[in-house]
């Protein structure tokens, strides 16, 4: 596997992150920490240390783990947690039906990596985890996956449109609907030899029918040799410890709400504002109605299926069943950071975004925001992409721009200067030459003048047929090239978008086998180079 890298300037990334990463002075007012400057060689790392005890925690983790079959590294890595100095490199995302596009399993190796780097850097135990965001219901997002296909970028999605929305972790589609996805998956990727061994993980990770306990099982069987410990939210031992911090947000709901758009505010001014603040930061979850948000007004509590509420009673609610509560993109940072010891939050472009837009949330729960990691961001440049890319005059970078502007760019390079001045320039040489010459022979015989003006225009017709074939076999040869132009662009940037967050990484595994993602993370956790950059992977 070779690396190389680019940096974020020359991609179509949000300008928040590029400073984040660049210009880290335009943000440490938004941020607790810069990534890149800690913590220092065996530097204490002074964030949160979680509010539950070491035993409890690891009491959960051992058993949500054990229940999705975990490696025995995964389950090593949780036994560290009882060394109360242990912390924890923490990222997620929602649960995407066979594992979604490449970010997500980058996003995967990205936070072993950070552990394990942190780890070297603070000489303490720091353990990887992966937060199942079980509780969300965008299933647009994670009932659907897409292939590259010999017209375009295909689009498969799962027949499955649930009656109530439900939050994804509840949502069980049945094992025979997820495998009609699955078919259609193979009808469109090329038989290899990894085919066989994709499809029957794939297949055995979702035989429940579950969304959550499928995407589980195969995070776990992909990951947890390499100690990648799993948490869910959606789970009634982890929400009855977290029932203080959500009794804390009826409680503080006001102060966030007005910390929140405070900082967005400030945020939106020099950048954008990623997430729309709301009233408040809880949904509730109805057997009937499914995940659906709580409003707020005067002391007063309710959702729009009709129940009501007081914020002593919300708070007794939260007591007793708080697996009755869901946080928004906002609390649930604060929510997994009380149940965690975290150092860091490996985070995307997007999500970046959004904590900057937390601000002083974090004290209103008297805990301090981890240190904000960037995600590995990558694309994968197939062999067969590589070698037709030597050939043309764009860089990587290049083909983030439109088909039609390549391709104009790439004709305008392409097409010799003054092709046709030249072809014209030898006609006027050749007629002047033919003048004299019929000159001289009109001094010897007069009657063979006409037959020498007929060579004359004989010689230009040659010229011109030798022009028009010229241009031919360039229109052939740019027509070929222009083809790969499309083809590079589709596998680079699909659709006008980084690769990483088109393409499903089923697509690269089934060309390359599954040993591509532990080489990548096994390369990267040796690496000094830590992810500031965009990384171009050729297997």
């Known amino acids: 596997m070779k690396l190389d890298y680019i940096g974020f300037d020359e991609l179509p990334v949000n300008a928040l992150f590029q400073s984040y ?28 240390s979680g509010k539950i005890s070491r035993d409890q925690l690891v009491e959960l983790l051992r058993e949500i783990n054990t229940g999705y079959g975990a490696h025995q590294q995964s389950l090593d890595q949780i036994d560290r947690l009882k060394d109360p100095e242990a912390k924890v490199v923490v990222t997620g995302q929602q649960m995407v039906i066979f594992g979604g596009s490449l970010f997500l399993i980058l996003k995967a190796i990205s936070v072993i990596v950070w552990a394990r780097q942190l780890e070297q850097r603070t000489g303490k135990p720091v353990v990887p985890v992966f ?45 025979k609907t997820i495998e009609l996805l699955l078919d259609q998956i193979f009808e469109v990727l090329p038989e290899t030899d990894f085919s066989s061994e994709l499809r029957e993980l794939l297949a055995s990770s979702y035989q429940s029918g579950n969304l959550k306990e499928g995407f589980a099982r195969l995070f776990s069987e992909l990951f947890s040799k390499q100690g990648l410990v799993l948490v869910e939210s959606n789970n009634p031992a982890v929400k009855k410890a977290l029932s203080e911090p959500i009794c804390r947000a009826v409680q503080e709901a006001t102060a966030i709400n007005e ?15 990623q997430a729309h603040v709301q009233p408040t930061t809880l949904f509730m979850h109805d057997p009937a109605e499914g995940r659906v948000r709580l409003n707020r007004a005067n002391g007063s509590w309710w959702t729009d299926t009709g129940q009501e509420w007081s914020s002593d009673q919300l708070c007794k609610l939260a007591e007793d069943e708080p697996w009755k509560f869901s946080p928004n993109v906002f609390l649930r940072p604060v929510l997994q950071d009380w149940l965690l010891p975290t150092i860091g939050y490996v985070a995307g472009p997007g999500e970046v975004a959004y904590y900057a837009q937390l601000g002083k949330v974090y004290d209103l729960f008297d805990q301090k925001m981890p240190a904000i990691l960037p995600r590995i961001s990558a694309t994968v440049i197939e062999p067969a992409i590589s070698r037709i890319m030597e050939d043309l ?15 104009k760019a790439y004709l305008e390079w392409s097409t010799p200067d003054n092709l046709d001045e030249h ?14 010459k019929s000159d001289l022979i009109e001094k010897y015989d007069p009657s063979l003048r006409g037959s020498a003006e007929k060579m004359t225009v004989n010689f230009n017709k040659q010229i011109d047929k030798l022009h028009q074939k010229l241009r031919k076999s360039l229109r052939q040869k740019d027509e070929i090239q222009l083809k790969r132009i499309k083809r590079i662009k589709l596998a680079a940037f699909p659709e006008d978008r980084i690769q990483e967050r088109v393409v499903s990484w089923i697509y690269f595994t089934n060309k390359f086998g599954f040993a591509i993602w532990d080489e990548i993370a096994d390369q990267l956790c040796s690496s000094t180079h830590l992810p500031d950059k965009h990384l171009l992977l050729f297997p």
């Open 21 to 48: 990463l660049n210009d880290y002075s335009q943000l440490s007012g938004f941020f607790t920490k810069s990534p890149f400057q800690w913590p220092a060689q065996n530097g204490e790392p002074d964030l949160n």
């Open 259 to 273: 910390e929140l758009e405070a900082r967005s505010a400030e945020v939106e001014a020099r950048f954008h504002r």
């Open 423 to 436: 072809f014209q320039s030898w006609q006027q040489e050749l007629e002047a030459l033919m003048q004299q």
């Open 131 to 175: 937060w199942l965001a079980d509780e969300d219901h965008d299933y647009d997002e994670v009932t659907g996956l897409s292939l590259p296909g010999d017209e375009g970028v295909e689009h498969l999605k799962l027949d499955f449109t649930p009656d109530v929305p439900h939050s994804i972790g509840n949502l069980k589609p049945g094992q």
């Open 393 to 407: 005059p764009f860089t990587f970078a290049d083909y983030s721009r439109r088909i039609e502007d390549l391709e």
